[in-house]
């Protein structure tokens, strides 16, 4: 008797063990059948220019992600020489500073280098029927402006760049003071 309650017992246990281990197979496939995830492209660019939507405004947007061109004279940065550094409106990411900026007298803001190779990417535009070089930003992919061979010394290059696809950032007032903290120390002297 004893043998067979044993037995019984034990199938009953293998039973409900197969039973929860079955229930938890489901369990685990449920989720990952979420229909959503199959038109997630993995796109960064998707992601910026739907953040884009919201946080720029039209303007903004107009010229980041349509290509368009703000009127000569309207932007901020024409005749913005304050020190410090311009950063992508978009991704935030760093395109320029004002040690190359310079008033090309165009009506836009004109850099003769951007702040690192690798911040901006160029690509042949032949729209409105002509030939020039899109500059965007290497990061998030956002339109600049473009770029001519007709700027001044040391490159020779004119970045002409839209203020509504920049944000300026002024340099830090710390920054232009480590040489007055460091005599202001004699710890070091002999
Ligand atoms: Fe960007």
Known sequence: MRPDRKNTSLLIAALLISGLLAFGCNQTVQPASAGESQSTAGDASMDYEAKAK???TPEQYNVCFLKGTEPPGSGEYDKHFEPGAYHCVVCDQQLFESETKYDSGSGW???????????????????????????????????????????????????????????FKPAAPSDKEPDTAAEADPADQD
């Open 54 to 56: 919201e946080e720029l």
């Open 109 to 167: 803001p004109a850099f003769y280098d951007s702040v690192d190779s690798d911040a901006v990417a160029t690509e042949d535009d032949y729209s409105l029927g002509m030939h020039r070089i899109e500059v965007m930003c290497a990061n998030c992919g956002s339109h600049l402006g473009h770029v001519f061979p007709d700027g001044p010394e040391p490159t020779g290059q004119r970045y002409c760049i839209n203020s509504l696809a920049l944000v």
